[in-house]
């Protein structure tokens, strides 16, 4: 918190960080919580904690006292691991996944629409939405029942912090929601003999990154 006053004090005070930057490149880093739908009774899953990392690249264009940008990037996600808990003691295939735990990769291709009011003089406030499309994969046994590519739609926001004594360099912490379109377990799944699901199902997730605006 400190370190983000002295970023905000020391800002030059016409600071127009997309306007005067129409490309940015930038990198980001950060921590995400994912949860899968229900599964049916034969066992459930607990929410995962992982990482992602990943670049990107933005185009902005000035809308009156706002900006808007359009951008995409490549994203590695490790979604997280998780553990079943069989809880039918009557269906001896619940049992077989008790304590179980597998891991969740994916590869995540965003595309955004970003909207930045610059009316601020130190910071950049934004809203960002649009969809993602995931490649999935699964640690051991977890990769049969998952699928290939999964469609996903995420919003988003984020403030721009232009970083004192170097210019064009902006770091700017962000929070997102993704919610899957689409399955990520398939339908009837089954695994180590334990049925799952007769229909597929998705997930949500919340992401919590610090983004990094390259000043080339």
Sequence with gaps: MALLAIMLSSAPADAQFRILDP??????AGATVHRLDDLSSAADMEAATGYHLGGFYDRSFNVGPAVLSVGSGVVFRRVGAYTFH???????SARLLNGRSFTIYAFDVPLTLLYAYDAFQRV???AFAGPRVS???GERDLDTILEDIVASAQVGIGVDVPVPGVSGLVVAPEMSYARDLSNVVKENASLRFARLTDDGFGGSSVALRLRIYLPF
């Design 23 to 28: 490309g940015r490149f930038s990198i980001a």
């Design 86 to 92: 069989g809880r039918v003691p009557s269906d001896p």
């Design 124 to 126: 950049q406030p934004y």
């Design 135 to 137: 490649i999935l994969r």
